[in-house]
């Protein structure tokens, strides 16, 4: 694709309702869930010293690491947003259903993140 027809294409894309109403409701809930997760993990695992990254029901807790990795979930989950943000607004011209399903499926990756880091504050609370 020529430079031109990359930013017809985001043009286009960010014009769609669907695409932009579903991108800011992801964006925000990362958001909301990342400031959630930040602001009641930091002072407890910095503290510590140590955060549980990841909970096995058969092993238990099989991952610990230093507390800054606790920016590890929030910056992979954002890196994916982004990812499929661009795929999507370049695709847009091309082939609509697809741009729409990507970003559909933005939302609920995104969802599915909040609720993992949800799950793992508690574990380290």
Known sequence: ?????????????AQDPF????????????????????????????GNGLVVLHYNTYLGIDAVQPWPWIFLFPGLTLGILFFDTIVSSLLFQKDRLASRSIVALEFVTVVLWSVGMYFLMRINL
């Open 1 to 13: 694709m020529k430079r031109t027809e990359i930013f017809f294409s985001i043009k286009q894309a």
């Open 19 to 46: 695409i932009r109403w579903t991108t800011l409701a992801s964006i925000l809930l990362l958001v909301c869930t990342t400031g959630y997760f930040v602001w009641n993990i930091l002072p407890i695992v910095k």
